[in-house]
């Protein structure tokens, strides 16, 4: 056991170099209840649907929530929604981290030692008191050397799984509308301008409307025979949450017909496209174009994100393509890193990885099972790595 706790520690966790607690800031932890916890993060910068307890406790229901925001000088400045998950047989238990932690302020001048004073406290109650393994994975980073990523490796997490497609693809939102259709690739342009002469009306709807997109859903999901691994199981309960991080309904009419519809989380300063359902009508007028762009004005009118994110591929080739011309020359495609995780227990980093790697395997296994039932609905692309290295 010491010999591969050795090697899952050695020379790929990089550098052990924890900061003396003089060089970060000092913090006080407070666990909040889930309904208090959904209130205090709808106002943080870095704010996402996976940190939401109402979206947390209904995706992953085998799991314990544990919600810890962060003070300094009497001020919350960031949080993270912690999920405590059993390992099989109950042989031990890791904290998961997903997106998080969360900056309140994403642009202070100290905010990565606010992020790296976090990442100390998890430790210390996860790894060093409670005996876990702390398992991290960070967002795509608007910045191409993706810091937070690289400031966990120095600090001595290891390298775990990466995702099967990990790129994302992200519009820039603060553009005028001559600068956002000039930055668009010139065939999504073209598309956008027939759309634009189709006669389709776009309208944002409120929660009573959830009903008439789910029927879209349905039929989308029925008539493309594609097997459904979202989190879609989750929308009655986020669109039960408080407005300020309730997802926004957008539907796209041609006539007196609803032909597309999305559903956009808009709190923090990155938008994120959870949920799209078009009909069978939508492809000849080109209504996700029309949708999608409507969508890019909508946000850069009427919240503070700076970005839209378009979410990944899972390896379609058009989708791809379609997502890569709406980002264009202004925006950016960045991958997710891979997890990283952390023990000071090797029994239970040993653990820990296995379990990740008996996921993993799980993983894969289904994915060819889907491609035995629904050969025509698989990616057309090969998984990838990343263009970054991240080392």
């Not at 910045?143 to 990990?166: I, M, N, Q, T, V």
């Not at 008439?212 to 929308?235: C, G, N, V």
């Not at 997502?323 to 995780?341: D, T």
Request: aromatic fraction near 10%; charge should be positive.
């Amino acid at each position: 056991m010491s010999v591969i706790a050795d090697r899952l520690r050695g020379s790929d966790a990089g550098p052990r170099s924890a900061p003396s607690v003089g060089t970060l800031p000092e913090l006080k932890a407070d666990r909040v209840s889930g309904d208090a916890w959904d209130q205090i993060i709808s106002a943080f910068d870095e704010v996402c649907q996976e940190q939401m307890f109402a979206f947390s406790a209904v995706r992953w229901p085998g799991v314990t929530c544990e919600p810890t925001v962060y003070w300094h000088n009497g001020q919350i400045v960031g949080g993270a929604l912690i999920m405590v998950q059993p390992l099989p047989l109950r042989l031990a238990e890791m904290a998961v981290l997903k997106w998080a932690p969360m900056l309140a302020d994403a642009e202070r001048p100290d905010a990565e030692d606010i992020r790296a004073a976090m990442i100390e406290a998890v430790l210390a109650e996860y790894s060093a008191r409670r005996r876990m393994m702390v398992s991290v994975l960070p967002a795509a980073s608007t910045d191409e050397k993706h810091p937070a990523y690289l400031a966990l490796r120095r600090r001595g997490f290891s390298r775990g799984s990466s995702l099967l497609f990990p790129n994302r693809y992200l519009v820039r939102l603060r553009l005028s509308d001559a600068e956002q259709r000039k930055s668009l690739n010139q065939k999504w342009r073209y598309h956008l301008n027939k759309a634009d002469k189709a006669g389709l009306r776009f309208e944002r709807v409120g929660a009573d409307a959830l009903g008439t997109f789910k029927q879209l859903y349905a039929a989308m999901t029925d008539r493309k025979q594609f097997p459904d691994h979202s989190a879609y199981e989750t929308l009655d309960a986020l669109m039960g949450v408080d407005e300020k991080l309730r997802p926004e309904l957008f539907l796209v009419h041609l006539g007196e017909e609803c032909v597309a519809g999305a559903l956009i989380f808009k709190a923090g300063k990155r938008a994120v496209y959870l949920y799209g359902a078009t009909n069978y009508r939508a492809l000849p007028v080109r209504a996700g174009y029309f949708m999608h762009w409507h969508i890019i004005r909508w946000l850069r009118d009427n919240t503070t994100a700076d970005w839209y994110d378009l979410g990944g591929t899972d390896g379609f080739l058009g989708l791809h393509q379609f997502k890569k011309g709406m980002v264009g020359e202004a925006g950016l495609i960045r991958p997710v890193p891979p997890v990283v995780n952390y023990a000071d227990s090797r029994r239970a980093l040993i653990l820990g990885t296995f379990a990740f790697r008996a996921r993993d395997a799980l993983q894969h296994l289904r994915r060819h099972v889907d491609k035995v039932r629904s050969p025509k609905a698989q990616p057309d692309q090969p998984p990838y790595r990343p263009e970054v290295d991240f080392e």
